[in-house]
């Protein structure tokens, strides 16, 4: 079965740029949440969309979105990237139980964003 | 505020010497505890999953136990693959969410 594809790997930007990332779940799972990681920060929870719908929003500025198409397949944009950004961005699958909270997440590889 | 402390921050180990890895956790109403394992450069990796106080998972050389207000990885005859960053999260209680709260990560390094 395969796991949680996410593409880019890498990314190079400057600032002021934008950026769109995006994440195919595990098959069958219908709930994508993503993640950014930074030395500082660690994992930090950016939002999450179950069905097409946001479910939840971490304390982000508002230049991150973010969407999920009837596949389940889901993107995450930046604007007006800043050097701050800089950060591997993590997505995550999970098979809610009826609907309900997600259980176990299973993460894909990550895209590497470098702003400069 | 929900909030999920790892120590140590980092743990030098002998091959073969056994540790325990502490994830302690202020949430209002644990919905589950996860634990993953993170290569360099890669995804984290799911390990296990705790529920409730009293439950202990096992995998090969590590056994996750968990009580009211911390979660152990214990690490038995550890092997240089065992090399990683171990990270603990809970599930946030509030409202119909996946949302995962981390702690920092303990990263073990396991010498041979």
């Known amino acids: 079965k395969a796991g949680v594809t996410q593409t880019p790997r890498y990314l190079i930007k400057t600032r002021g740029q934008q950026v769109t990332l995006s994440c195919s779940p595990i098959?069958?799972?219908?709930?994508v949440s993503w993640y950014q990681q930074t030395p500082g920060q660690g994992l930090q929870f950016l939002f999450e969309y179950f069905s097409e719908t946001q479910r939840n929003k971490g304390n982000f500025p508002g230049r991150f979105s973010g969407r999920q198409f009837s596949n389940s397949r889901s993107e995450m944009n930046v604007s007006t990237l800043e050097l701050g950004d800089s950060a591997l961005y993590l997505c995550?699958?999970?098979?809610?139980?009826?609907?309900?909270?997600?259980?176990?997440?299973?993460f894909g590889p990550g895209t590497r964003l470098t702003v400069l | 505020e929900d909030q999920v402390t790892q120590s140590p921050e980092a743990l030098r180990l002998q091959e073969g010497e056994s540790s325990s890895l502490n994830c302690s956790y202020t949430v209002s109403g644990l919905r589950g505890l996860f634990w993953y394992r993170q290569d360099p450069g890669k995804g984290p990796e799911f390990l296990f999953t705790?529920?409730?106080a009293g439950e202990e998972k096992e995998k090969e050389r590590l056994k996750a136990t968990l009580t009211k207000k911390e979660s152990f990885l214990h690490i038995t005859a550890p092997k240089p693959e065992d090399s990683a960053t171990y990270l603990c999260?809970?599930?946030?209680?509030?409202?119909?969410?996946?949302?995962?709260?981390f702690g920092q990560g303990t990263t073990l390094q396991v010498k041979p």
């Open positions: 999260a809970v599930q946030a209680p509030s409202g119909n969410t996946g949302k995962l709260i």
């Open positions: 995550a699958s999970s098979l809610p139980l009826r609907g309900g909270p997600s259980n176990e997440q299973f």
């Open positions: 098959s069958g799972h219908r709930s």
């Open positions: 705790l529920y409730s």
